[in-house]
């Protein structure tokens, strides 16, 4: 949707009727005068806009994507299973590293004994100087110059939602009975988060909001 003053706004259906299919949109963010949502369901969604009106599908694929950010000048837009690549415009990609995470989570499935480890990482989050992503059964990936990763599973976890804020990443749970939420401020070692919720409630999201506070959606 489109909007100058964030109160009126005006719908733009340029990929059709909305659904959990190839329309999917995950991701969006703004810098060096355009804005670029980003999504997929099998191959890649990039779409490039410089005023929110008009809108350039990019050729470029590397499968479904899960998020985009803007820092350092550039946009970086990562895959579900880890798949990083950078831009200056949103046309030329430049391609960062392969599936680190989906990599990592095979051979972890061998470590524990199990077929498969489900690993999507859904959200990506920067701050202090890292990359963070967050994903299913308690995934999350740090990196801060795309050449050496920590990634790891917190136990116990569902599917992660993600924030950023104020120097800390806050992961709280988003796919079980709302009991698990953690904290970081590198991305590396996280704290649990005493969230003193009814077992039978169910986290939606987490966000960082504008007067410095996280907050944190159940149902």
Partial sequence: MYSEDGITWTDHHFLGKPGHD????KGLDHGND?????????RSNIFITPDGKSWEKSKF????????IF?????YIFGEGGKMVSSKDGEKWKILTKNVVGDWAKEEAKRQGIDRLKSNVRMWKFSNGSF???????????????KKFNIQQLKGVGRFRLAAGNGYFVAADNNKPGKKAFYSNDGIKWEEISLKIDERDKIRDVVFDYINKYLIHKE
């Fill in 22 to 25: 190839q329309n999917d949109l």
């Fill in 34 to 42: 355009v804005t670029i949502a980003v999504g997929g369901f099998s």
């Fill in 61 to 68: 694929n590397m499968g479904v994507l899960s998020g985009v």
């Fill in 71 to 75: 820092e350092n000048k550039k946009f």
């Fill in 132 to 146: 963070v992503g967050a994903g299913d059964n308690g995934v999350v990936c740090q990196t801060k110059d795309f």
